[in-house]
């Protein structure tokens, strides 16, 4: 959801979250949401740099070709690019789970994307036991990161 959801504006050189987009992919509660955007706006230059170049964008030329004046604001001078795995550091992405189904959708989503799945200390089960939804709702769900290798 994030990687489909993040846009880079040469202008200002910082990395905005459409929250719409990214609640049309995802169904992010309003704190993740809220966390996530807190997150872009501290990322350093550096982080900013390495997801452009992650994305295969190089400021440089990008600022050559936008015309400042008429940029303002304006989402067409927006570029997309993915951020998920550079956002939360050594995380590719994390969720909230509270039922096994799920769990396991997120466990497969992680391997598929070449990462180490941690699931909820909570969450007694562990990476292959069946998830106990009435505990997890209690618990308000359980956290999953699928973490870099």
Known sequence: ALNKSGFYNPETHKILLSEEKAKSYYDFDDEELKEIK???ENLTEEEINTILDLNGIDPDELNADVDVDGAHANWVWLIPIAIGMVLAGGIIFSA???????KMTLINKCYAKGGNPKVSSNDKAG???????????????????????
């Open 38 to 40: 807190n997150r872009l």
């Open 96 to 102: 909230l789970y509270f039922s096994h189904k799920e």
């Open 127 to 149: 990476l292959k036991g069946t998830t106990k939804s009435g505990d997890a709702q209690k618990a308000g769900g359980y956290n999953f990161e699928c973490k870099k290798k």
